[in-house]
T-cell receptor
Framework: DAKTTQPTSMDCAEGRAANLPCNHS???????VYWYRQIHSQGPQYIIH???NNETNEMASLIITEDRKSSTLILPHATLRDTAVYYC????????????FGSGTQLTVLP | GAVVSQHPSWVICKSGTSVKIECRSL??????MFWYRQFPKQSLMLMAT?????????EQGVEKDKFLINHASLTLSTLTVTSAHPEDSSFYIC?????????????FGEGSRLTVL
């Protein structure tokens, strides 16, 4: 699985959009971009994933660049409960393999 | 989404005792489950892959005789930390794969915090 690079930490004001970047310059054609988050002392929670088109669900939006070398997770209206470590992971489609977690980004939503 | 449940959510034990942690897929069958360990302020590290009906596959550096994994059914995998020591204190998390190998979506349990005194 391709390696990802994320900023160590970010702050965001409550109610504003949180934009979390991820670089995955070595991603291959069959690898999806997955986002998970981990609130303190809980298991990781799935957020969203995509291949090359932008994706949106009730939690977030995922914007993938045309060359697929980077992506951005957008939480449109961050709340205090969104404070967590956010992990960007790339993984091949149709793969039942385990996820390899990097360091992630600690997002702190400020009141 | 699919639900994966771990039990206990936290446990405190004395050094030298063994502790069993259960991971259950509540609404789907999981032929494959993964066990992770997470130390404070660190990321999740894969310990082993648990396959129903066969022996677990351990990552390099993980002692299979110390961390016993049993995956006897399609909905249950157990991790037993044998002769636990304070350095085994950690947050243990399991994940389970839904569907067949063609889909392979992963869902995580809530984690089990082990403290060894």
């Amino acid at each position: 699985d391709a390696k990802t690079t994320q900023p160590t930490s970010m702050d965001c004001a409550e109610g504003r959009a949180a934009n979390l970047p991820c670089n995955h310059s070595t991603i291959s054609g069959n690898e999806y971009v997955y986002w998970y988050r981990q609130i303190h002392s809980q298991g990781p929670q799935y957020i969203i994933h995509g291949l090359k088109n932008n994706e949106t669900n009730e939690m977030a939006s995922l914007i993938i660049t045309e060359d697929r070398k980077s992506s951005t997770l957008i939480l449109p209206h961050a709340t205090l409960r969104d404070t967590a470590v956010y992990y960007c992971i790339v993984r091949a489609s149709g793969s039942a393999r385990q996820l390899t977690f990097g360091s992630g980004t600690q997002l702190t939503v400020l009141p | 989404g699919a639900v994966v449940s771990q039990h206990p959510s936290w446990v405190i034990c004395k050094s030298g005792t063994s502790v069993k942690i259960e991971c259950r897929s509540l609404d789907f069958q999981a032929t494959t489950m993964f066990w992770y360990r997470q130390f404070p302020k660190q990321s999740l590290m894969l310990m082993a892959t648990s396959n129903e009906g066969s022996k677990a596959t351990y990552e390099q550096g993980v002692e299979k005789d110390k961390f016993l994994i049993n995956h006897a059914s399609l909905t249950l995998s157990t991790l037993t930390v044998t002769s636990a020591h304070p350095e085994d204190s950690s947050f243990y998390i399991c994940s389970a794969v839904t569907g067949g190998s063609a889909s392979g979506e992963l869902f995580f349990g809530e984690g089990s915090r082990l403290t060894v005194l």
